[in-house]
C-alpha cells in the first residue's frame, strides 16, 4: 500500500495534517514509526514530518527545563545541564537508537519501552501539545491516561522541574540484557527532602501497566517520613498496588509483581 509523506516547515501545519486524517502518523526519530512501515502495517498511511526547529530546542538553563519533543537521546546525553536525565537516555537501546529515538516518540512506545517517559512521570512532567484544538499543556500522568485518544496530536516538548539535589532523582532499568534490552520492570523516584523528610514523593513504575504509572500508595507510604528502612520497607510493600503488570516474553504478570517491591526498595536504599 503506498504511503504518502508530508513535510512541513512549522509544527502548526503538521498539527493540522495530522488531526485532519486518521491515517497520518507523526514520524519522530522513526525507530518505532519506520519498523511497522516495513512490517506492513497498513493503519499508515500517511507519514507527517516537521522540520520545524521549535521540536529540537532544549532550554535547561534555568531550574525548569523544557525539551522539544524531536530531541533525540543522544542530544541529552551531550547535555550537561541534563545530567539528571543521563541514566534513563543511557538506558535505551543501543547507540543507533539513541541517536534516531526521540523523548516525543517516547511518550508513545508500547511496553517493553518507554523508560524515559518513566523518568519524566517521576518529575511530575508536562507535555506540551498541539492539536486541531489549538495549543496546551497536559500533565504527562494525565497524557497517559489519555494516549490512545492522543494520536492526531503533536507533542511539542516536555517540561519538569531540576531535582533540587542529584540524590533526590534515581532511576533503575531492570532488563535481561545489559546494558540494553527492554525492561522488565522500569522504576523512577523523585524524593524531595525537607527537614530530614520526604515531602511530594514521586515513584513512577515501566511495565507494570499499559503505561507508565505512579505508585501512589508506596508514594503515601513515604510522605512526611524519614527514608529510613522501615519506611522505605513500608514503600516496597505498597509498590505493587494498582499495577497491572505487562506479560510478555521478558516476565510474567507474577514475577513482575514478585520483584517490583525488591526494585524499589533497593532503589529508594540507594544500593546498585
Ligand atoms: C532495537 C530497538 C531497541 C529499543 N530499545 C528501547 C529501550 O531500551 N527503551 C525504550 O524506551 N525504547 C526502546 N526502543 C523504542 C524506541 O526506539 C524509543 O521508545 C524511542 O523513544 C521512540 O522514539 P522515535 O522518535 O523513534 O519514535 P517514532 O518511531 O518516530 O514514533 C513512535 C510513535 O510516537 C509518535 N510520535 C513520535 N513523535 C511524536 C510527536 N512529536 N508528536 C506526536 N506523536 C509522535 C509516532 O507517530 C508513533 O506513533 C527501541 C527500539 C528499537 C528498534
Known amino acids: 500500500m503506498p504511503v504518502t509523506v508530508k513535510s512541513f516547515a512549522s509544527s502548526g501545519e503538521a498539527a493540522a495534517a495530522l488531526s485532519s486524517d486518521r ?21 499508515i498511511s500517511t ?20 525539551i522539544g519533543a524531536g530531541v533525540t537521546f543522544a542530544r541529552i546525553l551531550a547535555e550537561r545541564e541534563l545530567a539528571f536525565l543521563h541514566a534513563p537516555a543511557r538506558s535505551i537501546g543501543g547507540p543507533a537508537v ?20 518513566v523518568a519524566l512521570l517521576a518529575l511530575d512532567a508536562v507535555v506540551s501539545v498541539q492539536g486541531g484544538f489549538g495549543a496546551r499543556d497536559i500533565p504527562l500522568e494525565e497524557f497517559l491516561q489519555s494516549r490512545d485518544r492522543q494520536a492526531g496530536t503533536l507533542v511539542l516538548s516536555v517540561s519538569c522541574q531540576k531535582p533540587l539535589a542529584a540524590d533526590a532523582f534515581r532511576f533503575r532499568k531492570i532488563a535481561r540484557i545489559k546494558p540494553k534490552g527492554g525492561s522488565v ?51 516496597a510493600a505498597a509498590a505493587v498496588e494498582g499495577a497491572s503488570p505487562a506479560d510478555d ?17 533497593r532503589l529508594l536504599s540507594g544500593q546498585e
Open 23 to 43: 491515517g497520518a502518523r507523526y514520524l519522530g526519530g522513526g525507530t518505532l514509526v519506520m519498523r511497522a512501515l516495513n512490517e506492513g502495517d497498513v493503519s
Open 47 to 66: 507519514v507527517v514530518r516537521a522540520s520545524d526547529q521549535a521540536l529540537t530546542r532544549i532550554d535547561a538553563s534555568g531550574s525548569r527545563v523544557s
Open 98 to 117: 539513541r541517536n534516531m529515538g526521540t523523548i516525543g516518540g517516547n511518550l508513545f512506545a508500547p511496553n517493553p519501552y518507554g523508560d524515559f517517559t
Open 185 to 235: 520492570i522500569t522504576l523512577a523516584a523523585h524524593l524531595p527532602v525537607s527537614s530530614g523528610r520526604v515531602l511530594g514523593a514521586r515513584i513512577a513504575l515501566g511495565s507494570m501497566a499499559p503505561t507508565a504509572i505512579r505508585a501512589k500508595a508506596a508514594e503515601r507510604a513515604l510522605e512526611g517520613r524519614p527514608l529510613d528502612a522501615s519506611t522505605i520497607a513500608a514503600a
Open 249 to 265: 516474553a521478558l516476565g510474567s504478570v507474577w514475577y513482575r509483581r514478585e520483584i517490583v517491591g525488591v526494585h524499589l526498595r
